[in-house]
C-alpha cells in the first residue's frame, strides 16, 4: 500500500485546532531536560542539496536533535519557545534563511491566531545545559515520512526528563531531502540513519549503550523494525501508528527481512477505526483497520497492541496536536485528543521502563487493562501477545557461563538441562571456544574448564583430549599435557599430534 493512502487529507474538510503545550498535561519527571542540535555527516554517502542549484554531492548531512538529562539550569535561564523548534524545521527542510513570519504558511500550517500563539509557547527543555552524570537509556526516534527530527519534541522531553536519552534525526531521501514514496530504498536509507544515531550515541559519556530502544511514528515505525532486524543491540521496539501494519510488504522486500529476529518487546499504538465515509473518500482499504500480519506474524517478542479510539493518525506527533487541522469528518475535539496524545506517552514511557529498566511499576501498567491504570474504558482497546520459548542455543549457555565465571560448569549445564531439555552443545564449538579462550594468557584457566566439560560431554573424543593437552601444554602443566595426550592416543592410535608431542614432552 502507498504510504500516502494512509496519510489524513486536511483540506476542505477542516476546521482549526485549539490546543496547548500545558493542557496535554504530560507529568515530567525529575530531570531537568538539557536539548542540542547539530549538524553531522556520512562520508560513507553523498547527497544534494535539492535548492541549492549547484548540483554538488556532498557527504550525506544528518541534523540530530537530542533531548538528555541535564543538570539543574542556571539561574535566569529560559526555556525554549515552540519557535525554536520550528527555526530546526527550516534548516532541515533546506529553507534556513525563510524569514519566521513565514514559517506557517510555508509548511502548510494554518495561520491562525493560536497557531501563532503556539509558537511563542515555553516549552520545558533548555538548551545546551550540561549533561547530567550518570548512564542513561538510550532512544533513537525515527520521524514519519519526511518529517523533521523535532516533530514530537513534547514526547521527546517528556522521556527524557524521565531518564532517557533522545536522539532523533530528520526522515530524508537517499540522495537528496525528498522520499520517493515510501519504498523499500526510502525505509533502508532512513534505518541507515537509525545506525548513524546509534554510532552517534556512542560518543555520549552518560548513554547506557547497554539499554537502546527505537520509537518511530508512521514510516519511521517501518524502518525501526528494519533497523533492529540488523542490529541485536536494540533492545525494544515502539511503533506509533507505525507504517510496519500498513506496509508490511515493504519490509519484507528488504534483503535483511527475518521476523524470528524481532524477539524482543514490541509496542504498537495504532489509530481509531477510519470511518466508512474517509475510506471510500480517500480510497483508503478497509481492511486496514483489523489487519496486522506483523503483529500476527511474531513469535519469539513479547508484544502490545493498542488502538486508541479518540486519536486519528497525524495526532500521534507533538506537531500534529498543535498545528495540524482538525478532519471534521472524523477528528475528536481538541481536549480528546489532547488526552490521548498524552496517554500515547505515558504507555511509551511505561514500557521503555518495564523493558529498558526493569521496573514493576511499568510491567504492571502494561499488563493491566486500561481502565485498572485509570484509563476511560472507551479510550483504548488493548491486546496483549507472550513469546514462544526459543531454544536454548550454545550462545546462551556461554552467556551463562560467563555469569559463573566459567566455574562448575558440569553443575550448571545439569542444571539447564533440566529447564532446556533439547539444549545442545556441539563438540566442535566447545573445541573452539576452549582454544580460543586458552591462547588468551588473560583467560587460560576458562578454556581448561569449558574442556572439562567438553569431555565430560564426549568422554570418547580423541579430538577434544588432545585439545585439552594442548591447553596444559600452553599454560605450562606438562603432567596433565601428558595424561590427556595419552588419553587421546588411547581413544585414537593414528594420531599423530599426540605420538609427536608426547616424544617431545618425554625426551
Not at 493512502?5 to 503545550?21: G, H, R
Not at 524569514?99 to 510555508?106: A, D, T, V, Y
Not at 514511557?349 to 476511560?376: M, S, V, Y
Not at 565465571?405 to 566442535?428: C, F, M, N, V
Amino acid at each position: 500500500m502507498c504510504i500516502y493512502l494512509i496519510w489524513i487529507i486536511f483540506e476542505a474538510n477542516s476546521v482549526f485546532a485549539q490546543t496547548s503545550l500545558k493542557e496535554i498535561g504530560l507529568e515530567h519527571g525529575s530531570h531537568t531536560v538539557g536539548f542540542t542540535h547539530y549538524l553531522a555527516s556520512d562520508s560513507t554517502r553523498t547527497y544534494k542539496r535539492i535548492f541549492d542549484w549547484n548540483n554538488n554531492a556532498i557527504p550525506r548531512p544528518i541534523p540530530i536533535s537530542i533531548w538528555y538529562p541535564s543538570k539543574d539550569k542556571l539561574k535566569g535561564t529560559k526555556p525554549m519557545q515552540v519557535l525554536g523548534y520550528m527555526e530546526i524545521l527550516k534548516e532541515e527542510e533546506e529553507w534556513e534563511y525563510l524569514p519566521n513570519e513565514q514559517i506557517l504558511n510555508w509548511f502548510n500550517y494554518a495561520n491562525t491566531t493560536s497557531n501563532q500563539n503556539h509558537l511563542k509557547e515555553q516549552t520545558t527543555a533548555y538548551f545546551g545545559l550540561q549533561s547530567k552524570n550518570g548512564k542513561f537509556p538510550v532512544i533513537v526516534y525515527a520521524p514519519s515520512y519526511q518529517a523533521s527530527s523535532i516533530e514530537n519534541f513534547a514526547l521527546c522531553t517528556y522521556l527524557a526528563s524521565h531518564g532517557y536519552i533522545v536522539l532523533s534525526s530528520p526522515s530524508r531521501g537517499t540522495e537528496n531531502r525528498f522520499l520517493e514514496g515510501g519504498t523499500e530504498k526510502d525505509m533502508e536509507t532512513q534505518a541507515r540513519d537509525i545506525e548513524f544515531l546509534i554510532k552517534e550515541a556512542s560518543l555520549l559519556p552518560n548513554a547506557d549503550l547497554d539499554q537502546i530502544a527505537t520509537m518511530g511514528f508512521s514510516f519511521g515505525g517501518l524502518s525501526n523494525v528494519l533497523s533492529q532486524m540488523r542490529n541485536e543491540n536494540i533492545k525494544a521496539i515502539v511503533s506509533l501508528d507505525g507504517s510496519i501494519k500498513y506496509q508490511y510488504n515493504t519490509l519484507k522486500k528488504s534483503p535483511f527481512f527475518d521476523i524470528k529476529k524481532v524477539d524482543i518487546p514490541f509496542i504498537h499504538m495504532a489509530q481509531k477505526d477510519i470511518s466508512e465515509e474517509v475510506m471510500k473518500e480517500d480510497n483508503i482499504n478497509p481492511a486496514l483497520n483489523h489487519q496486522f500480519e506483523f503483529y500476527d506474524s511474531l513469535v519469539y517478542s513479547r508484544a502490545y497492541q493498542l488502538k486508541f479510539n479518540h486519536l486519528t493518525h497525524a495526532y500521534f506527533s507533538t506537531l500534529g496536536v498543535l498545528f495540524q487541522e482538525r478532519d471534521k469528518r472524523q477528528d475528536k475535539s481538541d481536549a480528546e485528543i489532547m488526552e490521548s496524545y498524552r496517554w500515547v506517552s505515558v504507555y511509551t514511557l511505561k514500557f521503555l521502563d518495564a523493558f529498558l529498566k526493569n521496573n514493576a511499576d511499568g510491567f504492571a501498567f502494561l499488563e493491566n487493562p486500561p481502565e485498572q491504570n485509570r484509563i476511560r474504558k472507551e479510550l483504548i482497546n488493548l491486546k496483549t501477545k507472550l513469546p514462544q520459548q526459543k531454544s536454548f542455543t550454545f550462545q546462551d549457555f556461554h552467556e551463562l557461563a560467563i555469569k559463573h565465571d566459567y566455574k562448575d560448569l558440569e553443575a550448571l549445564y545439569k542444571e539447564t538441562q533440566q529447564k532446556h531439555p533439547s539444549i545442545q552443545l556441539p563438540e566442535g564449538k566447545l573445541n573452539n571456544l576452549g582454544l580460543q579462550l586458552t591462547f588468551n594468557p588473560e583467560t587460560s584457566q576458562n578454556g581448561i574448564n569449558i574442556f572439562l566439560l567438553a569431555t565430560h560431554l564426549y568422554p570418547n573424543s580423541a579430538n577434544l583430549y588432545d585439545s585439552m593437552a594442548e591447553a596444559y601444554l600452553f599454560i605450562g602443566d606438562r603432567d596433565n599435557a601428558i595424561v590427556n595426550f595419552k588419553k587421546s592416543l588411547s581413544l585414537n592410535p593414528q594420531n599423530q599430534n599426540a605420538t609427536a608431542r608426547l616424544k617431545q614432552l618425554q625426551e
